[in-house]
C-alpha cells in the first residue's frame, strides 16, 4: 500500500472514541442532512470511499443496488461486515490506487476523508476512473476558509493564511499531518478530472464546543437544516459538501 498514508486507524476503535464518546451527535446529523439531499434516490451499484465502520450506511443501503464499504482500515471494515453482515461488501485498499475497475459504480460517496490526503489531484482521479460517465460523486472536503480560522489569523494566533488557494499542513493537530483545503482548490481539480459540480452545501455550520454547551443538538440540528444552503455560496463551513456529475467524455467532443 502507499506510503503516503496519514493516519491509520488499524486497531483504533473510531467508532467509540471519536463518535460515541464525544459528544458528536450534532456533527453526525450534519454529514446524514447533506447526504440526503445530495445522494440520487436510486444509487445503483454504489460505493462509501473512507467509509470505515459505516456510519452513514443506513443512509444509503436500502437504495443501493449493491453497497460497498472502502477503507483503509482492515479493524473499522470487520466493524462493519459485524453490523450490516451480507447487506454490504467490504474492500480494504489503499486511496491512491483504488482496487476497483474503471467505471465500476453509478454512485460513490467519500466524507470526513480529505484531511488524511496529501495529494487530492491524485484521489480525485481516482474517484472519477471507478465512476461510470454521468455518475454521481457526493464529496465532503475539510475547508481552511472558515470564519474561527480567519480571526485566528488575523489576530496572529496562527499563521495559517486562510486565504491562501495552496492546501493547510497543519502538523500540529496530527504529528504526520492534516490538510485543509481552499474551496477554489478543490473545485479546480474537481473540473480538471472531469467532474461538474451540480451542488454546494455548507456542512456543520455550528461546530463549536462553546455552541454544543449553549444548545441541545436537536436545536443545532435545526438550525444547520436551513443554513446548509443558504450559506453554501460563502463557503465558509468547516465541511463543504459537493454533488459532483462524471462528464462523459464522448459528450464533450
Given at each position: 500500500m502507499s506510503k503516503k498514508v496519514i493516519s491509520d486507524y488499524n486497531g483504533y476503535d473510531y467508532k467509540k472514541?471519536?463518535?460515541?464518546?464525544?459528544?458528536?451527535k450534532y456533527e453526525d446529523m450534519s454529514d446524514r442532512l447533506a447526504i440526503r439531499r445530495l445522494l440520487p434516490k436510486k444509487l445503483g451499484k454504489f460505493v462509501d470511499?473512507?467509509?470505515?465502520?459505516?456510519?452513514?450506511?443506513?443512509?444509503?443501503?436500502?437504495?443501493?443496488?449493491s453497497a460497498t464499504i472502502f477503507d483503509y482500515s482492515k479493524t473499522e471494515l470487520k466493524q462493519a461486515k459485524e453490523e450490516f453482515g451480507d447487506k454490504i461488501h467490504t474492500k480494504a485498499g489503499d486511496i491512491y490506487s483504488l482496487p476497483f475497475k474503471d467505471n465500476?459504480?453509478?454512485?460513490?460517496?467519500?466524507?470526513?476523508?480529505?484531511?488524511?490526503?496529501?495529494?487530492?489531484?491524485?484521489?480525485?482521479s481516482e474517484l472519477h476512473r471507478i465512476l461510470k460517465p454521468g455518475g454521481v460523486a457526493v464529496i465532503e472536503v475539510a475547508n481552511k476558509r472558515t470564519l474561527p480560522k480567519m480571526f485566528r489569523y488575523w489576530t496572529g494566533r496562527s499563521d495559517v493564511n486562510p486565504f491562501s488557494k495552496?492546501?493547510?499542513?497543519?502538523?500540529?493537530?496530527?504529528?504526520?499531518?492534516?490538510?485543509?483545503?481552499?474551496?477554489?482548490?478543490?473545485e479546480n481539480i474537481f473540473k480538471?478530472?472531469?467532474?461538474e459540480i451540480i451542488e454546494?452545501?455548507?456542512?456543520?455550520?455550528?461546530?463549536?464546543?462553546?455552541?454544543?454547551?449553549?444548545?441541545?443538538?436537536?436545536?443545532?440540528?435545526?438550525?444547520?437544516?436551513?443554513?446548509?444552503?443558504?450559506?453554501?455560496?460563502?463557503?465558509?463551513?468547516p465541511s463543504i459538501y459537493y454533488k459532483l456529475i462524471k462528464l462523459d467524455p464522448k459528450a464533450t467532443k
Open positions: 472514541i471519536f463518535w460515541e464518546d464525544a459528544n458528536r470511499i473512507a467509509g470505515g465502520y459505516g456510519r452513514l450506511a443506513k443512509e444509503y443501503i436500502s437504495r443501493a443496488q465500476e459504480f453509478d454512485t460513490l460517496m467519500m466524507v470526513r476523508a480529505t484531511h488524511h490526503f496529501k495529494d487530492m489531484k491524485k484521489v480525485t495552496q492546501p493547510s499542513h497543519l502538523k500540529d493537530i496530527d504529528k504526520n499531518g492534516f490538510y485543509n483545503y481552499h474551496p477554489q482548490y478543490m480538471k478530472a472531469g467532474f454546494v452545501l455548507s456542512v456543520s455550520n455550528f461546530r463549536s464546543t462553546t455552541l454544543k454547551k449553549m444548545f441541545k443538538a436537536s436545536t443545532l440540528v435545526k438550525m444547520e437544516k436551513r443554513a446548509q444552503k443558504a450559506l453554501a455560496p460563502v463557503r465558509f463551513a
